[in-house]
Each structure stands twice: as C-alpha cells, then as structure tokens.
C-alpha cells in the first residue's frame, strides 16, 4: 500500500502466522507487543502467535467479547485500561488478531493509546483479509448507528494468514464475498466474472483460490486508498451497498452479519441506480444473481419499517440534509459519477421508498 507517508506491505499466504516473528522485525519492532483478539480468536490463534513472539518480546493478551455488537467505546475503554495495567509504553506495539471488529476496534486503540503507537493487523476472516485490515479505518459503533466514532491510522503491516480460514464458519466465508463481489462491481468487471467462475473452489475454501481472491481484491482496496486516504473523493465508491448495508445491520441489532448486509445493500443500491437511469438494467439483474449465487441474501427482512430504515440512513455518516448521498454503478466494473464529477449521489426519500417500500 505505497502511502506516501505510511506505506506498508500486506503479505498473504498459507502459515504465515508461524513466520510472524520474522515478519515483524523489520515492519514493526516493539520492546512489547500487546495483542489483541475476540474470545472466538484467541484460544484459535492469538494465544498460538502469542507464544511464537514470546520468545523475541513481552507479550500481554487483551481479549474482548466476540460479536460485532462489542464493537463499542466500552470495549475501546476495557482494552485500553488493560495495556495500561500492563505497562505498555510508546516503545509498544499492537497485533490485531482476528476479523474486522478486532481489527477496527485494535486499530482504534493503537490510534489512541498514548497519542498512538504502532499495530499491525493479523486478519483471520476472509472479510478483514479482502477489505477491513487494509485502508487504517478505526473505530467503533454507536447506538446512533456505526462507525460513527473513529479516525484513520494504516497499520505496520498486514500479515494474512489464509490457513487460518480453515476453521472460519460457512455463513462467515460468505459473507466475505459480499466484499470481493463489491470490489469487481465498482472497478473491474473480469475480476467480478472470475470470482464467479471461481465460485465452488471459493465455497470449498481451496487455498489458491483463497490466495487469488484476497491478493486481487487488496490490489483494488489499496489502488483506492492510496488515491484516496481520508475519503475526500473516490474511497466513497467502497462504500457501495454500504449506505443501506449500514443501515439495516444498526436496524436489526446486528443481527445480520456486516457482510450480508452489504449484500443485500448492493442490490437495493443497484435497483435504486436503475430507477434513477443511473445503472445498467441488466448489469443489476446480473449483480443480484451473483450475489445469490453465493448464497447471500439480496431481500432485507420484511418486518423493518422503512422510516426506521430511512432514519438508520441519515444518520449514517455519509448521510447529509435531506436526501442521502450513495455512491452507485453505471455499469458492472464501474462506479458512477455525479454531474460535477463527484462519487456520490443524492437520491431523495421519494426515490429510495419506490424501491424498498414500493406501493406506500
Ligand atoms: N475498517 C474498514 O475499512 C472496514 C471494512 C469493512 C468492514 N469493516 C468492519 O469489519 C467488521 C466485520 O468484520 P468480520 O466480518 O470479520 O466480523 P468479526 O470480526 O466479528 O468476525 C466474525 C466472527 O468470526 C470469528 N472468527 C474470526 N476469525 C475466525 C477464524 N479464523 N475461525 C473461526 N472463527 C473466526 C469471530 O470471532 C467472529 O465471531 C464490521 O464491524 C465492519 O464494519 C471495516
Ligand atoms: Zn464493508
């Protein structure tokens, strides 16, 4: 991720973990690591990498609660006071181990801690390896909705171990996809046509196709982000499906997983660009198919009241004034632009209930 000013190497393979101690000596030396690991993760593999790296330096483990529903300022506290019991100084250094809201919350911490130290991300969902452990976007959830506190700060490096996808569930792996499925739709239409040719060898969780998925889809997330760190501009096309995705996750208690909600975002935000003559009729048609195809959902739960939905939107970050800005496709591989070139584009309350409330 050639960042001006943080550029930083993300590595994938198969058994990097065992190699970890190596992998960090040059990218992020520490007098102390502390890492950081959801109580699903760290009996799997933190507590394994925590004795690998005991060997070079001191290491506290901090563990929260697993769940998205833990990613909050009372987690960020908990886990803050515990690295300041343990003595971490600036001369310390934070791993996240584990999925995006270990890798958000840690990332949030090492931000924090002290005025920041450095962290490094170990992702162990294919989710955070495709998408959340690259970028430096940190932070928390909020009853107001999500990620609605945070800052940017790209870690030392991003050390991806696929083997640890072996114990990763089903609906978990799937959901991961509703990411990779995104980073085709918004910029490369033979990148989204290869992960459905790739599709049964994905599902059966072959190690080069895994490989191939997360190696090709970092090298989109980091072409956006290097042009784009602080989402002044282009970031926003990463946040298709996101808009609503966001939405529906904060309306059912996080009930859905993030990557299901961004599946089901994708195709309401497709069949929004199509009403407004925006996206391609049938690159939609083809979009939601896809997304079927792995077997993620394309229809949010039908007990949500659409003003609930509508005020989840607004009070999403990237909602302003009265109509709320999404970032569409015109074309399958290919994000729209608005009239002066902009990412994003209003869509007015009208609009929106046409497509997820039609008939009231
Ligand atoms: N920072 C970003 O740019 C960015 C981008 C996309 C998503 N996100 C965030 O990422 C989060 C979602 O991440 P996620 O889907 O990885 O969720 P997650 O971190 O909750 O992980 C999902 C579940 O899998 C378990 N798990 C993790 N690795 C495992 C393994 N190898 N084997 C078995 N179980 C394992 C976890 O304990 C958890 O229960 C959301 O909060 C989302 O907002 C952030
Ligand atoms: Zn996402």
Same mark, same amino acid.
């Given at each position: ?11 994938? #393979? ?35 990498? =925590? ?15 697993? &769940? ?7 987690? @960020? %506290?908990?886990?803050?006071?515990? *690295?300041?019991?343990? %003595? ?10 584990? $999925? ?6 840690? &990332? ?21 390896? +495709?998408?959340?452990?690259? &970028? ?9 909705? !999500? ?13 991806? /171990? ?34 459905? $040719? ?6 059966? !969780? ?14 989109? !997330? ?5 042009? /784009? ?8 096309? *990463? ?5 609503? #995705?966001?939405? *529906?996750?904060?309306?059912? &208690? ?9 599946? +089901?975002?994708? =195709? ?15 690159? =939609? ?24 939905? *509508? ?5 999403? !970050? ?24 902009? @990412?994003? +584009? ?5 609009? +929106? ?8």
């Amino acid at each position: 991720v050639p960042l001006a000013h943080a550029a930083y190497d993300v590595i994938i #393979g198969e058994g990097l973990l065992a190699d970890l101690p190596q992998l960090l000596e040059r990218r992020c030396p520490a007098s102390r690591y502390a890492i950081i690991a959801d109580s699903h993760v760290a009996p799997l593999y933190a507590e394994r990498v =925590a004795a690998t790296l005991a060997a070079k330096a001191p290491v506290t483990m901090a563990v929260f609660p697993a &769940g998205e529903w833990n990613k909050t300022r009372e987690s @960020w %506290g908990a886990l803050t006071d515990q *690295l300041l019991k343990a %003595g971490i100084g600036r001369d310390g250094a934070i791993l996240a181990v584990g $999925g995006g809201v270990a890798g958000d919350l840690a &990332g949030f911490v090492a931000a924090t801690y002290l005025r920041g130290i450095p962290y490094v991300q170990v992702p162990t969902t294919l989710l955070a390896m +495709i998408d959340s452990s690259v &970028g430096g976007k940190a932070g928390v959830d909020t009853p107001a909705g !999500k990620n609605l506190v945070g800052t940017f700060h790209q870690p030392k490096a991003v050390i991806a /171990d696929t083997a640890t996808l072996a114990t990763l569930p089903k609906a978990q792996l799937v959901a991961g996809m509703a990411e990779a499925l995104k980073h085709g739709a918004i910029t490369d239409r033979s990148y989204f046509e290869r992960l459905l $040719g790739l599709r049964e060898r994905i599902l059966d !969780k072959n190690p080069d196709a895994l490989v191939e998925v997360v190696r090709r889809s970092v090298e989109i !997330k980091a072409r956006v982000v290097v042009e /784009d760190e602080r989402e002044q501009g282009r970031r926003a096309t *990463l946040n298709f499906g996101h808009t609503v #995705g966001h939405a *529906l996750e904060a309306a059912v &208690g996080y009930a859905l997983l993030h990557g299901e909600g961004v599946a +089901i975002g994708m =195709a309401i935000e497709a069949a929004i660009g199509v009403s407004l003559g925006i996206t391609d009729r049938t690159d =939609a048609a083809t979009l939601r198919s896809a997304i079927e195809r792995f077997g993620l959902p394309v229809e949010p739960p039908d007990e949500l009241p659409f003003e609930r939905l *509508l005020d989840a939107m607004r009070h999403d !970050k990237k909602a302003r004034g009265e109509s709320v800005r999404f970032s569409l496709l015109s074309r399958l591989g290919e994000t729209a632009r608005g009239s002066s070139g902009e @990412w994003t +584009i209003p869509v007015s309350e009208g609009v +929106i209930r046409s497509v997820f409330a039609p008939g009231t």
